[in-house]
């Protein structure tokens, strides 16, 4: 099925067929008990929700079942045709691994559209990098030091201290759970150090302060070593402090307040200017997805993508435990084989790293997703993968590195939402474009988050949350080629100072999560 055409307003839509070798098809509007949505003589023997799937014919046990045109599972149990397929007779099954890395390269560089440069609002740094917010953070090195930030931001927002500035857009608090009691030269260290310094030199930070207690294993003086400015630029704004050396929590607290307070008219003074669009880079992200994600939000977040990419700007997909399945995808269109060689070794370590957990990858989806509609991992993966439209893979990074190149690419993180958002910001985002199917109450500093919702109703229910819908694909007749330009407008009027929903809850200040790797000591 077509959904870049237009097609009218419709009251009531019939089943969806995605691609014509599917053997089920999506109700939009759900079935209830004795209809016989697809006419085939088989009434319903109970309700269906929105977003769920029937067969479109008879399925033997063991027999793939096919959506978008690929498998998402095998019945587990004979189904006839007409009846609901969902976990109670579909199940997982091994996908295909032999990866044809960049068999596809040309065809999706032919599909990167050819648009004229665009601009927006933003914050030119001294190091040459480009903002489009003037934060302040606080960042503890340790949860020893959490408190203390959190009661300095607390103080400094009671006593209006960024109410006569209005180039600052206040204070993003940075806290965490480790710090201490772990290996100085593991992968968790590594990917803490690497998460803290992301956030604290970011492009949307003008000022960062450093608090730890003093004796934990994360010690400032070991973080400066990455200092990698040659020019110096964001040293007189790096300061650091420990509740050790300052006296105590008390003291730490209003040290924290006074430093804030001197260096705040400096911060004020950077005005936005003309950006060209090519310098941002844009998180893509789902999360409370549901049957309609992968057919409306996603795959118009993917038509956005592309968009971007046209711009020479970059966009930035994740979440590898969600792309299981359907990697085959992304290699194919991959700009070379080293590329594609660094996704499969992600791949592969998220086999081992589940298996030595005793988990499976297909645990998800999330008991939310199944009942919107969404059955296995495959099912899932080949959806949230249609957010990363159809250029080419440029480039492939681990998580929270610094994302370099341009065009689309991907970044190692789980699927957990504050997990793979602290990771995307840490490589250079500046913001996050979230669909969501169920609906979700995340935000995102100091980079924002655009929220998209896959149906109307989920627009409607939580308007408070929701910046974008994308049901209006479905229920208006509204073309992917025009949400996803709708995208694209949304993105620099954020850019550009505009507040998201998430912002104007106060959001953000909770879901800077690090991934969390290793032994605690």
Known sequence: MNLRKGCGRMSKRPPIVLNPMDTIAVLPHGAKKGEDPLELGAPLESNIMPGHKIARKAHEQGEAIIKFGQIIGRATQPIGAGEHVHSHNCAFSDHGQNYEIGCDYEAAKAAVPNLEARTFMGYKRANGTIGTRNYVALCSTVNCSSTVVHRAAQELQIEGAFDAYENVDGVAIFTHESGCGMNNKGLGFEILDKVLWGHATHPNVGMALFIGLGCEVMQISKMRENFDDPNQSLMDRFISMTIQEEGGTRKTIDAVKAKVREL????????????????????????????????????????????????????????????????????????????????????????????????????????????????????????????????????????????TEHGFVFMDTPGYDPVCGTGQIAGGAHMIIFTTGRGSAYGSKPAPTIKVASNDHLFASMPDDMDINCGDILSEGVTLEQKGAEIVEEILKVASGAPTKSEALGLGDNEFIPWHIGAVM
């Not at 966009?315 to 590329?339: D, F, P, W």
């Not at 969404?374 to 993966?381: D, M, N």
């Open 264 to 403: 705040l008219p400096e911060l004020n003074k950077a005005k936005r200017e003309e950006c060209p669009a090519s310098e941002l880079k844009i998180a893509l992200q789902c999360g409370a997805s549901d049957g309609f994600s992968g057919i409306t939000a996603n795959p118009a977040l993917g038509v956005a993508s592309d968009m971007l990419v046209g711009l020479g700007a970059t966009s930035i997909l994740s979440e590898t435990s969600e792309i299981y399945g359907a990697e085959q995808l992304l290699l194919r269109r991959a700009v070379s084989k080293e590329v594609g060689d660094k996704l499969v070794s992600q791949i592969h370590w998220w086999e081992d790293y589940v298996e030595m957990h005793k988990g499976s990858l297909d645990n998800n989806p999330s008991p939310g997703n199944k009942a919107g509609g969404l059955t296995t991992i495959l099912e899932k993966s080949l959806g949230a993968t249609a957010k990363s439209g159809s250029a080419p893979l440029t480039a492939v990074y681990d998580y929270a590195e610094r994302v």
